[in-house]
Nanobody, 122 residues
């Protein structure tokens, strides 16, 4: 059974930084494309960033230049470094995994974490 466990969320002031982590178990981590998604109240879940097994990254326009996704295959962990945070970044952030990159880009990856709340105050 695949499990994804996020951590690192919290409350931060605008302009601040947070680093999210997601540990994966029950799957061959290095085979998966990993993605970070977020869902704000009243809005649809959206892809924030994804990273291929080889380290190729992709970002939503709204976070380019501020967020960095990375992975450590030796630790079965994917990270999301979030800098220059804005109130509009407030959302529940989810880690997700799939071997098929098209499913990640279509926001329908196979496996999901439980989410971690990020709140940015103005």
């Amino acid at each position: 059974q695949v499990q994804l466990v996020e951590s690192g969320g919290g409350l931060v002031q605008a302009g601040g930084s947070l680093r999210l982590s997601c540990v994966v178990s029950g799957s061959i981590f290095s085979d998966n494309v990993m993605g970070w998604f977020r869902q704000a109240p009243g809005k649809q879940r959206e892809l924030v960033a994804d990273i291929s097994s080889g380290g190729i990254t992709n970002y939503a326009d709204s976070v380019k230049g501020r967020f960095t996704i990375s992975r450590d295959n030796a630790k079965d962990t994917v990270y999301l470094q979030m800098n220059s945070l804005k109130p509009e970044d407030t959302a529940v952030y989810y880690c997700a995994a799939d071997r098929n990159p098209f499913r990640v880009r279509a926001s329908i990856p196979r496996d999901w974490g439980q989410g971690t709340q990020v709140t940015v105050s103005s």
